[in-house]
């Protein structure tokens, strides 16, 4: 059980990245949102999500919460920090994770450890946390917008035969292993705002879906809410105290 709750937790994460947005003015409006927030060289974003899984009588909740920056984008300069908590079965498990100088660090569970990671492997993960969030329009089945004081908020479902594809997709991408495992998205809607300046300013997405791994099925409803914190501003990225991090193979940590 333990194995196939973390096959499931994996595929559930992977899902929380694909809010997306389609209808001609609305299209539009979240095409150019999309291509403006990949641009940013600097981020705050403030994600939360609420997901319960079930299986049979059994429920289980999961919460989890991460606040991320990200100063000098795609830079030698760059700098990375994202700290947040993970609450499962009455436990919380805290994490801190940091990028500078050619280096990752992670501290979680009592353990610190650090490893060397060039620029575009440590951009590669970055865009897995933020321009997954952007599917392509096409995927979306309805979208509509609505103006709110000088924000526009635009409100979409998703095709969610289309949707299984781009997950499968961008699981591979990520090296997710996807063997034995199956599942249908019953829903997937959500909402974007989008500011007077033509940035995201938060996303929202909830879903609906039943996966089965080695025999056993589990129905997981997820919402997912990220704000992008005064987009288009420097952000300032202060390390943590990086003393105590135990230097490790990164290979070993993919054999794990």
């Not at 001609?24 to 409006?29: E, G, I, M, V, W």
């Not at 999500?49 to 049979?56: E, I, K, L, P, S």
């Not at 490893?115 to 979306?140: C, H, P, R, W």
């Not at 705002?193 to 940035?199: E, H, L, P, R, S």
Request: hydrophobic share 35%; glycine share 6%; aromatic share 6%.
């Amino acid at each position: 059980m333990k194995k196939s709750l973390t096959i499931f937790l994996a595929a559930a994460m992977a899902l929380t990245m694909t809010a997306c947005a389609g209808g001609a003015d609305a299209k539009a409006t979240y095409d150019n949102a999309t291509k403006k927030t990949s641009e940013l060289t600097s981020m705050d974003v403030t994600s939360a999500v609420n997901m319960q899984m079930t299986q049979g009588e059994n429920k289980t909740d999961m919460k989890m919460d991460l606040d991320m920056k990200i100063a000098d984008i795609n830079t030698d300069k760059m700098k990375y920090l994202a700290e947040g908590t993970t609450s499962v079965m009455g436990q919380n498990i805290d994490l801190s994770m940091y990028y500078e100088d050619g280096y990752y660090y992670m501290d979680s569970m009592g353990q610190k450890i650090k490893y060397a990671m060039d620029l575009d492997e440590m951009m590669k993960q970055i865009k897995q946390g933020t321009e997954s969030s952007s599917v392509d329009s096409s995927y979306l089945k309805d979208i509509t917008a609505k103006e709110d004081g000088d924000n526009k908020v635009l409100v979409f479902t998703v095709d969610a035969e289309k949707m299984d594809a781009y997950v499968k997709d961008l699981m591979a991408q990520v090296g997710t292993d996807l063997e034995g495992v199956t599942y249908t998205i019953k829903e997937a809607k959500g909402e974007a705002t989008v500011n007077k300046d033509g940035y995201f300013s938060s996303q929202k997405i909830s879903l609906s879906l039943d996966m089965t791994s080695q025999g056993e099925t589990v129905s997981l409803v997820m919402d997912t809410d990220s704000t992008y914190n005064n987009p288009g501003q420097t952000v300032e990225v202060t390390a943590p105290d990086l003393n105590g991090y135990t230097e490790v193979d990164p290979a070993t940590l993919q054999a794990q």
